[in-house]
């Protein structure tokens, strides 16, 4: 399973993003999609994850301004990002289970500007 996520970069507070991470290998369907971060210093923390049922969680510190969604067609995840603060700086890794083995993509750098 290989995890392929685009879309990070640089933007102003208040400004938006959105993340995408597309799944592929030989598997029917991911049991869950979702977004992990990490900032220097900090430890890895969930940002938002979506089950292949529709259910998602969120971190308290995105609620309200970020989304996640999926299209379980292609095997990809979305995380639309509004109103980002200079807090919401890190390095964003997409993350899976498949087969109930977790699987991670290379991180891309989000970085919001004060």
């Known amino acids: 399973v290989q995890l392929q996520a685009c879309g990070g970069g640089l933007v102003q507070a208040g400004g938006s993003l959105r993340l995408s991470c597309a799944a592929s290998g030989r598997f029917l369907r991911p049991n869950v999609m979702g977004w992990y971060r990490q900032a220097p210093g900090t430890q890895r923390e969930l940002v938002a994850d979506?089950?292949?049922?529709?259910?998602?969680n969120y971190a308290d510190s995105v609620k309200g301004r970020f989304t996640i969604s999926r299209d379980i067609a292609k095997n990809t995840v979305y995380l639309q990002m509004n109103s980002l603060k200079p807090e919401d700086t890190a390095v964003y890794y997409c993350?899976?289970?498949?087969?109930?083995?977790?699987?991670w993509g290379k991180g891309t750098q989000v970085t919001v500007s004060s």
């Open positions: 993350w899976s289970i498949v087969y109930g083995v977790n699987y």
């Open positions: 979506m089950y292949s049922g529709g259910s998602t």
